[in-house]
């Protein structure tokens, strides 16, 4: 069983930045592909970005050009940059990892989601 841990979450202004982290299971991380997704009260989960075992990165449309993904495997986290926050960013974000690897990515893991609040 693979345990995905998010941290980072919080309460932040309009135009603001967070920055959340996943810490992720040692030895296998850096094979697998990571993701990033959101789920936003009565709302479907959509993706936000994912990145490969070999750091290629997609974004939604909605959030290229704010924010970044990135994974530093010597520490086993992937993490999401979120500059320029908006209120629709409201939601929980949820990390999830392939441990396959594939790319496009089949999500096989969730974490349980850090919270993620923009007043306006």
């Known amino acids: 069983q693979v345990q995905l841990v998010e941290s980072g979450g919080g309460l932040v202004q309009t135009g603001g930045s967070l920055r959340l982290s996943c810490a992720g299971p040692g030895r296998t991380f850096s094979t697998y592909a990571m993701g990033w997704f959101r789920q936003a009260p009565g709302k479907e989960r959509d993706f936000v970005a994912a990145?490969?075992?070999?750091?290629?990165?997609y974004y939604a449309d909605s959030v290229k050009g704010r924010f970044t993904i990135s994974r530093d495997n010597a520490k086993n986290t992937v993490y999401l940059q979120m500059n320029s926050l908006k209120p629709e960013d409201t939601a929980v974000y949820l990390c999830a990892a392939d441990s396959l690897g594939r790319w496009p990515p089949k999500y096989d893991y969730w974490g349980q989601g850090t919270q993620v609040t923009v007043s306006s």
């Open positions: 990145i490969s075992w070999t750091s290629t990165a």
